[in-house]
C-alpha cells in the first residue's frame, strides 16, 4: 500500500514560509516591511529561478552581496520557517501505523526541499523521497514517481497521490494512482478530474483511511 504526497501547499504551507522569510529578509537589509510584499511577489510562489530572482532583489536594493551569499542564506534560512499544516504529522503517523508506505514527490532545489523536509518533521514520518532538482525530472514525469515509491520500499501500483498543482494529479494518473487534490481555493484548471477534492491532506489521510 503506498501513498504519495506533494510537499509545499501539500504537507506544508511554504507561503507562510516564505512571508517569514521576506519579512526577515527587510529587517536584516534595513528595508520597509513592506517591501516584503513586492520579495513574495517577485518569488512567483517558487516558480522564478533563484538566479532570475535575486538579480531582480540586487538590483531593485542595490545589494553588494554575491547571488551565491543570498542564495546561501536563503537555502538554510528559509526553509526553517515554513510551517507543517495541521494535523500532517499525525495523519502521516497514522497512515504508517495502518502498513501504509509514504513518499514524497516534489518539485524543487535538492538543498531547500531536504531541509524543509528535515526542519518540519516530515523526514521522521514518511519512508522516502524523490526530489526533482536532485533527479533532473520534474513532476509530472511519472518516472520521479516511480523514484520516490521505490524509496518507500514498494512498486508504483494500488495507491495514492495526493497534492496542489495539476502535475500532481495528472501524474499520479499517468502512474496508476488514485488523486486527491488540494484546491486551495482554485478551480481545476484540467482535465481529467481528480478522483477526490479534499481541503487538507489532514483530510486526505482520513479518505485514504476510509
Known amino acids: 500500500m503506498l501513498a504519495l ?15 517569514a522569510w521576506a519579512a526577515e529578509f527587510c529587517t536584516d537589509h534595513g528595508l520597509p516591511p513592506t517591501e ?14 533563484k538566479e532570475e530572482f535575486f538579480a531582480q532583489v540586487t538590483a531593485r536594493y542595490g545589494l553588494t552581496s554575491s547571488f551565491d551569499a543570498l542564495w546561501q542564506q536563503y537555502r538554510d534560512r528559509q526553509p526553517t520557517l515554513i510551517p507543517v499544516y ?19 514527490v516534489t518539485n524543487g532545489y535538492e538543498a531547500v ?5 528535515t526542519s518540519a518533521g516530515i523526514a521522521d514520518v514518511v519512508d522516502g523521497w524523490a526530489i526533482s532538482g536532485a533527479e533532473g525530472i520534474w513532476k509530472p514525469d511519472v518516472r520521479l514517481f516511480e523514484i520516490a515509491a521505490t524509496r518507500a520500499g ?10 496542489d498543482s495539476a502535475a500532481d494529479i495528472l501524474g499520479g494518473r499517468a502512474a496508476g494512482l488514485r488523486t ?20 487538507t491532506a489532514a483530510a486526505a489521510v482520513d479518505l485514504i483511511l476510509a
Open 36 to 49: 516584503a510584499d513586492w520579495l513574495v511577489a517577485a518569488d512567483g510562489d517558487g516558480r522564478v529561478p
Open 113 to 117: 526541499q531536504t531541509n524543509t523536509l
Open 5 to 19: 504526497f506533494d510537499l509545499d501547499g501539500t504537507l506544508v504551507d511554504r507561503a507562510a514560509g516564505l512571508r
Open 86 to 104: 495541521d494535523g500532517v504529522l499525525t495523519g502521516l503517523a497514522r497512515l504508517r501505523a495502518a502498513g501504509w508506505r509514504i513518499g514524497v
Open 180 to 199: 486527491v487534490w488540494l484546491p486551495h481555493g482554485r478551480r481545476w484548471p484540467e482535465v481529467p478530474k481528480p478522483d477526490h477534492i479534499v481541503a
Open 154 to 163: 514498494v512498486e508504483l501500483g494500488d495507491g495514492w497521490m495526493v497534492g
